[in-house]
């Protein structure tokens, strides 16, 4: 619990001109298939049965190594489980998945984890996952917060039910960056010449271009995308900008090759753990939340268990089993004084870090930064053509 490790893998949206090939070679246009009415949601569940075990495909380091919350749900539930690390990023999970959901046939996996995103949106508009019996989410129903609810990429919790979160927001060394930074505009700011990380995926800079300009990603226009991509050009071509990074940019700001960064909150809370002068903020115009959702693919062998076991990790003592371990967002809320009584029996470094985690805003975001919190653009597969040339210009000039 103690030992800070490095998350840098677990949010890797790739950047659109990949996505792009992937979706062209699997030859996914005009294939966008109509969501099953409720009848038809009903008659499936009714058919199902609980068959006793469960295939759960996720991402490194998302589960504690001793299989603490599996074990438990093993022994409550009688369902036997297979877990499996493999699930490193959104396109290439996705690339290889569509081919197979295609041609009508099982992944092998009764639950997968994917983030809010572009491949997301694919599986659903292509039918490739199921809908959720919401009458087996009563864990989901109770504990879950708000802010967990009703999605934007997933209005309902139709199809997933979040496993965990992050912010994207701005990180800066307090070393060199002796002023509060609350504001985005510090990234386009000109004292801070040749000493500014962006992101290089496409989604990511996209949003921080936009909500610099005041609008909201989630509802922007083609127009939108235009003045976000010139405003972030003009960032470039003014010198600001060290290197667009994907997953390295933690390491620069820390060794100070950058002063200020875009950045993901889990990073930057394990280089608080280590002692690490950097700090993060929510810009008060907005930052970006992020969230990694378990859903079950069509053809799932065991659609029953796998519900189980989605509404089992939202139970407060097993979420906060699993947010001690993986230290992001938990989409839990009452983890966090969980954690806070643990502590209270805790002593040494135990007690430190779990007092340390239970009062970061990077775990557990006030109220005050959910509000100010925004998704991605959703993006049709016609969308992405005219949005990926736009900030990939940027990204790869």
Known sequence: MTQPRTRRDVFRLAGLSAAGLALSACGVQGQKAEPPKADAVADYWAQQKKNGKVVFANWPEYMPEDHGPLKKFQQETGISYEYKEVINENTEFFGKADPVLRAGQPLGYDIVVMTNGIQLQHMFTLGYAVMLDQSKMPNF???????????AYDPGNKYTMPFASGITGIAYNTKYVKDKITSIDALFDAKYE???????????????????????PETSTEDDWKKAGEKLKAQREAGIVRKYYNQDYIDAVSRGDVWLTMAWSGDVFQRQLAGEPVAFVVPEEGGTIWTDNMLIPKGAANPVDAMTLMDFLYKPEIAAELDEYIQFVTPVPAVQDLLRKKAESASGEDKKALLDMAESPLMFPTEADYAKLRSYTPLTTAKEQVFNPIFQSVTQA
């Open 141 to 151: 129903q109770a504990n879950a917060g708000e802010a967990y609810k009703n999605r």
């Open 194 to 216: 040749g000493r500014v990380g962006m992101m290089a995926d496409a989604q990511e800079i996209a949003n921080f271009g936009m909500i610099a300009l005041g609008v909201d």
